[in-house]
C-alpha cells in the first residue's frame, strides 16, 4: 500500500510542507508563506504549482492544508478546488492556522492555545473544534503581541521621531530609514505583516535597551489582556505556538505569569506537532 498524505502549514512569513507515508516523513520543504484571504488566488495557485512537485508526492489519500486567512467558507472552497487538480482522490481539508495550532499543541486534549507568530490569535480548543471567542482582526485592526504589531509600533515611533538616537541610529544602519522606503514597505510591499514583522529579531537583539523593552512587553500585554484573558486563560494553561513567542519566551513568560497564566508549552513551529496528529489515525 502506497497512500500517503500532505501536510501543509503555513503563516503569512513562511510555510512548512510535509509528505508522511505510514507515520513515517519522506519528504520535507519550506517555501513561502500564504495568507490567503489577502493573497491573490492566482499567487497561492503559483505557490502550489511551484511547490507540490517537489514533493514527488505518489498515491496521495489526503491533502490536509492549514493557512492563515481562512476566514470564510467561500475562501475554504476555492482552495478545494484548487488542490482537488492536482489530487483528484484524495480527501481534502483546509482549515485556518489557528486550528493548526490548537491540534500541534493539543492533539486531542482540550485547553487553549495562541499563536505568535507574524500575526497573533487565541482560542480555546475542545480537542476537536476550536472555540474562537475573540477575534484577532488581522495587522491593521488587531494582532496584538505579534512581531507584525511590535514592528508597526516601533515604525510609528520611529518616523515621529520618538525611538531613542542610538537605537534609530541602529535601526537606520541596517534598514532602509527613510520615510519613502518605510511606506514602501508597509503600503506597497507584497506582504506589509511580513515586513513589519521582520523587524523584530531587530528589537529582540536590543532589547536590554529600555525603550526596546517596553515596547515588547506593552505589546505582549496588549495581547494578554486584550486576547487571552477575554478567552479564558485565567482557567486553563496555554499553549503557546509560534516564532514570536518562541524567540521572545523569556520576556513573554513572566509577563503571563504575573497575569496569572499557566504555561502548558512552547512550539516554535505547528508542523511536528501537526505530523504527530495526523500519524495517529485523527485524519
Excluded at 482537488?84 to 492556522?97: G, L, S, W
Excluded at 515621529?160 to 506597497?188: C, Q
Excluded at 506537532?273 to 485524519?283: D, I, P, R
Amino acid at each position: 500500500m502506497n497512500e500517503s498524505i500532505i501536510l501543509v502549514e503555513s503563516g503569512a512569513t513562511k510555510s512548512d510542507w510535509r509528505l508522511i507515508r505510514r507515520g513515517k516523513e519522506l519528504k520535507r520543504l519550506s517555501g513561502p508563506g500564504m495568507n490567503v484571504s489577502t493573497m491573490p488566488l492566482e499567487r497561492v495557485e503559483s505557490l502550489l504549482s511551484e511547490t507540490l512537485p517537489s514533493l514527488e508526492a505518489k498515491g496521495v489519500r489526503g491533502f490536509y492544508l492549514y493557512t492563515a486567512g481562512v476566514v470564510t467558507p467561500a475562501i475554504s472552497e476555492r482552495l478545494k478546488k484548487l488542490i482537488v487538480n492536482y489530487f483528484p482522490q484524495a480527501d481534502i481539508e483546509i482549515n485556518d492556522d489557528l486550528t493548526g495550532a490548537a491540534r500541534a499543541a493539543l492533539l486531542h486534549e482540550s485547553g487553549l492555545v495562541a499563536i505568535l507568530g507574524t500575526g497573533s490569535n487565541c482560542c480555546f480548543y475542545d480537542g476537536v473544534n476550536v472555540r474562537r471567542t475573540v477575534y484577532s482582526g488581522g495587522y491593521v485592526l488587531g494582532d496584538e503581541g505579534s512581531a507584525a504589531t511590535l514592528g508597526k509600533l516601533f515604525l510609528a515611533d520611529f518616523i515621529k521621531g520618538l525611538v531613542p538616537e542610538p537605537l534609530a541610529e541602529a535601526f537606520a544602519w541596517e534598514f532602509d530609514a527613510s520615510y519613502s522606503g518605510i511606506v514602501e514597505g508597509v503600503y506597497r510591499s507584497a506582504s506589509p505583516s511580513a515586513y513589519l514583522g521582520s523587524l523584530a529579531p531587530f528589537l529582540l537583539e536590543h532589547a536590554d535597551e529600555p525603550y526596546a523593552k517596553e515596547l515588547i512587553e506593552s505589546n505582549f500585554r496588549a495581547f494578554i489582556q486584550r486576547s487571552l484573558l477575554r478567552s479564558g486563560a485565567a482557567e486553563y494553561p496555554v499553549g503557546i505556538v509560534g516564532g514570536m513567542g518562541w524567540a521572545f519566551r523569556d520576556i513573554l513568560r513572566p509577563l503571563l505569569q504575573e497575569s496569572g497564566i499557566r504555561i502548558s508549552s512552547f512550539l516554535r513551529s505547528p508542523i511536528d506537532g501537526l505530523c504527530e496528529y495526523h500519524s495517529s489515525g485523527a485524519e
